[in-house]
């Protein structure tokens, strides 16, 4: 979200970014928030005027109830200000109720407005035009088939869709034996590779409020992704950046506990609306899955920094895990609204013989800190937005896809990379349990 007096001051330059994003419907936003602004602040002045007024004739009426005790005929001028201030109390009431419904309208348009994209982003309408910026490793294709992950992992033992559709319906799952322990595998390793690079390990709540929701992400997103708890303001997390962002909803954080480094776990939960297409059956997208994540929150000269060491971490535990990896920027079209940089890492698959995603990472700037009214204290007593930032770490299942596929052997097992091998009790191939 933007700052109000950004947009007043320089609509014009809202008003390029749209375009850049290719929204121009939300052109006519710019000027509307504008015209309300005008009409608070008037409505404001007005106010704040009829309060100034209100104090002086209330003297006043006690100065001539005083002197109506000598002179009876000021009890009458005492009754005619009481009416005016009377009248005045009605108008401002009357103000007073267009303020809290003008900054209500304010707000609406202000969380649909897109955040300013970093000059850096490439502009295109949609993830068509992302641009790839450069490969780790070697991308290779066997010379056997590859079969369709649910196919590897079934050869395992590995999962159950049938019986998780019976249970859940679409969209859900049962890891089991080998397949469900090199998942926690996985998930354990990306811990403790975060914790080495100085991340404090988080297990936040899995739950949060509506204006938490609010604060962390755009309303189509939160149409798309969020199930919410009947009866109650609760909505399951989408992913664990919500509620470790929101931990810092209302806080003003002293700048030397700057930056904020948080590591979770969690499990996530995603409406995942429509129809995909047939490379996306299986685990690829589902209603539930398991992640390590990370956040950031930092002074704002420092976050384009950040966000360079966090992709590249991603790129080192996916590289160390032997597969080979692509980082792809994420073009103007392609970005939600809060942010202003964003690049995928996606994983090779030699089945497909392309690349998919496994890993975000976004620069958020200051929206989500303005939005949830995180501040940071200063040297110099004075208070400032952070700037927020979030990467996947990994997130199993779908990362199971790209590791099966590149470790998967001619005989049908799968190599266990070095890395691994402590959180699999030392195991270094699986067997598949049935041809």
């Known amino acids: 979200m933007l700052d109000l007096r950004f947009i007043r001051e320089n609509p014009e330059i809202v008003k390029e ?4 994003k290719f929204q121009d419907q939300k052109l006519p936003l710019v000027d509307k928030v504008l015209e309300l602004d005008r ?3 008037a409505a404001i002045t007005e106010a704040e005027s009829l309060r100034a007024s209100r104090n002086a004739l209330s003297k006043q009426i ?10 009876p005929s000021k009890a009458a001028e005492a009754e005619d200000v009481k009416k005016q201030v ?18 209500e309208e304010i707000r609406k348009i202000m969380l649909v407005i897109p955040n300013i994209i970093d000059p850096s982003v490439p502009i295109g309408p949609d993830d068509s035009a992302n641009v790839e910026v450069q490969r780790f490793g070697e991308p ?96 399951l997390i989408g992913t664990s950046e919500h509620s470790m962002i929101g931990r810092y909803i209302d806080q003003i954080l002293p700048e030397t506990s700057l930056p904020q480094t948080l590591t979770s776990y ?21 209603h539930q899955f398991e992640k390590q ?39 103007s079209g392609d970005l939600a609204d809060l942010k202003v940089k964003s690049c995928d890492i996606e994983a090779w698959s030699p089945r497909q013989q392309k690349y998919f995603e496994v890993c975000s990472c976004s620069n958020l700037g200051d929206a989500q800190a303005r939005r949830l009214k995180i501040r940071v204290r200063g040297e110099d007593k004075k208070t400032y937005l952070p700037h927020t930032l979030n990467n996947t770490v ?25 890395v691994l091998q402590p959180y699999m009790g030392g195991t270094k191939v699986l067997t598949p349990k049935q041809a």
């Open 266 to 286: 969690s499990p996530c939960f995603r409406k995942e609306k429509g129809a995909h297409g047939i490379e996306e059956r299986g685990v690829y997208r589902i």
């Open 140 to 235: 290779t294709v066997p010379d056997f088939e590859i079969p369709y992950h649910t196919q590897i992992m079934e050869s395992f033992g590995g999962i159950d869709m049938d019986a998780a559709g019976r249970v859940s319906g679409n969209g859900f799952y049962y890891l089991l034996g080998d397949i469900a322990r090199l998942h926690e595998a996985v998930i354990a390793y990306a811990r403790d590779f975060m914790i080495g690079k100085g991340f404090t390990y988080c297990i936040p709540p899995f739950m949060i409020h509506g204006n938490v929701v609010e604060g962390v992400m755009s309303q189509t997103d939160m149409d798309a992704m969020m199930y919410k708890i009947e009866g109650e303001d609760l909505y």
């Open 293 to 331: 994540e990370m956040i950031v929150v930092c002074k704002p000269e420092d976050s384009m920094a950040w966000y360079d060491k966090m992709w590249k971490m991603s790129v080192e535990l996916f590289r160390s895990m032997e597969i080979p990896v692509r980082q792809l920027e994420c073009c």
């Open 17 to 20: 970014n749209i375009r850049k």
């Open 86 to 103: 009377t009248a005045n109390a009605e108008r401002l009431a009357f103000l007073e109720g267009e303020e809290a419904r003008l900054d």
């Open 39 to 41: 009409q608070n602040r």
């Open 62 to 71: 006690g100065m001539l109830m005083g002197q109506a005790k000598k002179d």
């Open 394 to 418: 990994v997130a199993p299942p779908r990362m199971l896809i790209a590791f099966l596929e590149n470790h998967l052997q001619a005989d049908g097992s799968v190599t266990i990379p070095e």
